[in-house]
């Protein structure tokens, strides 16, 4: 089955055969990793690796603590503003339906302001942010760069007028190189791109982290986790362990230069696709469209509910668009093979061509 879910998602077949070949007996540990103390030192021979491999895949400069924190990127969207807003005031951007999630819970714990929308066009597009207004005192700059509904992404980051740029990549983590430097902050949920659910990386440089915040609850402090290796409880051990297998694998295929030519290769596929097709067309314009998340209609619900029947028939899973906007979304994650995309053009232009026949 090719699974084209928006996440949980395929993972890389390679790394999946080697948890399977040390599920029993972990290097010789007698155990499997979710058996294992998180204090001990094999578990942190694993996170230790895993957060220097990650280092090594995004060249994450030494004043940027890498954290892996649970309750997943929706978390994230409370613990920002309650950890990086130290005068109450932060400027927003809305491109969709994660973004106004995190404008929701924003509003909850300051002063929002957002500073453009696309919300006139149904978020298809990501609007111009060479020349925001953005008040002095504003703590940060908060995108979400790719719309896994929408399936709109950044191609070039807002001008944020010197002013610390938050950015939610759930959807597009390490599918191509990052200067991690244009940013104060960047987070992910690990169930798309990366490994299983239920674990979220924040990279966030040092001087955000805040030790005067004794009265938020100590779980959603930056400095608990930052201060303990995030280990200052139980963490997800098993996502943690699944992780470093993705970025080590990810290492041995050259880096994320090469992960991107192949996510370029692979979307290229699919859009030329739907450029060509009289019954599918794609929702995004051209320019925003993003390399992960490829949402398209036939124009008629009835004929989309159809191709998901036909497509989930034939071994194409998951190609129902999200509930809030109906009609089809292909995600094609990293470990998505680019002959999984060929085959369902296949399939999809068949279907066309024989469609009422
Ligand atoms: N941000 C984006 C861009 C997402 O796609 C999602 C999940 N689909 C979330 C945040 C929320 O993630 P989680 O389910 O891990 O809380």
Known sequence: TFNFSAGPAMMPEPVLEEIRDEMMNYRGSGMCVMEMSHRSPVFQQIIDEAEQDLRDLMGIPDNYKVLFIQGGATLQFSMIP????????????????????????????????????????N??????????????????????????????????????????????????????????????????????????????????????????????????????????????????????????????????????????????DKAKVFYDFLDSSKMFKGTVEPEFRSLMNIPFVTGSADLDKEVVTATKAAGYDNLKGHKSVGGLRASIYNAMPKEGVEALVKFLKNFEANYGK
């Open 82 to 121: 309650m950890n990086l807003m130290k005068n109450g005031k932060a400027v927003y951007i809305e491109t969709g339906a994660w973004s106004k999630k995190a404008i929701k819970e924003a509003q909850k714990v300051g002063e929002v302001i957002v500073a453009a929308s696309s919300k006139d066009k």
């Open 123 to 264: 978020y298809t597009y990501v609007p111009d942010c060479s020349d925001l207004e953005i008040p002095e005192d504003t703590d940060y700059v908060y995108i979400c760069e790719n719309e896994t509904i929408h399936g709109v992404t950044w191609n070039k980051l807002p001008n944020t007028k010197g002013h610390v740029l938050v950015s939610d990549q759930s959807s597009m983590f390490l599918s191509k190189p990052c200067n991690v430097s244009d940013y104060g902050m960047i987070y992910a949920g690990v169930q798309k791109n990366v490994g299983p659910a239920g674990m979220v990386v924040c990279i966030i440089r040092e001087d955000l982290i805040r030790d005067d915040l004794t009265d938020l609850p100590i779980y959603l402090q930056y400095s608990t986790h930052a201060g303990a290796g995030s280990m200052y409880n139980t963490p997800n051990c098993w996502a943690i362990y699944c992780c470093g297998k993705v970025f080590k694998y990810l290492k041995s295929i050259g880096g994320l230069e090469e992960m991107h030519k192949r996510n370029l």
